[in-house]
């Protein structure tokens, strides 16, 4: 069972933003919502300048938090001009983005989602499809795989199937086994 949905990514005005959570419901009577992040371990949410909100309605606005903090798997935050309940009300359901800019670096060999969704997937045989969703569960990660011939598998990112990542080319080769084991 996936524990977090992809960050999607899109591009407006020349900037990359990136989905990172939706706000949910409000939080006492002051003005506070609750954001579920998608990565509950993520902390960037807390340390951008800056937002997006996505309203349901297909409004957008850029905002800066009053403020944010963590409740157990969830952010406490507090928006501009939302001073009561019904006014938090009014944002259920906005989807909360940050640029893609604002990500803290990687260390070497990681990646993040947003980077390698639409990456090539290639065997020794040539390209096999496209990383359409990446997946957590209990004991492995893996790359849900939409193939060439349309039919969707998953590849488990261990170093026995996974030869090579390269985020800058958007491809990840895989081995002979991790092929198969695709397949199969």
Known sequence: ???????EAEQSEGEIWISLGVLTRPHGVRGELRLQPYNKDSDLLLEVPEVKLRLPNGDERIVAFDRARRAQDVLL???PEIDDRDAAESMRGAEVLV?????PPL?????YVCDIIGASVVAPSGEIGRVENFVTYPTVEAFV??????TRFEIPLLDQFVE???????????????AERSFG
């Open 99 to 103: 640029r893609r800019a604002d990500f």
């Open 107 to 111: 260390e070497e060999d990681e990646f």
């Open 1 to 7: 069972m996936p524990s977090r949905r992809p960050p």
């Open 145 to 150: 795989v939409r193939g060439n011939d349309g």
């Open 164 to 178: 090579r990542i390269d985020v800058s080319a958007k491809s990840i080769t895989v081995t002979a086994e991790g």
């Open 77 to 79: 935050v507090k928006l």
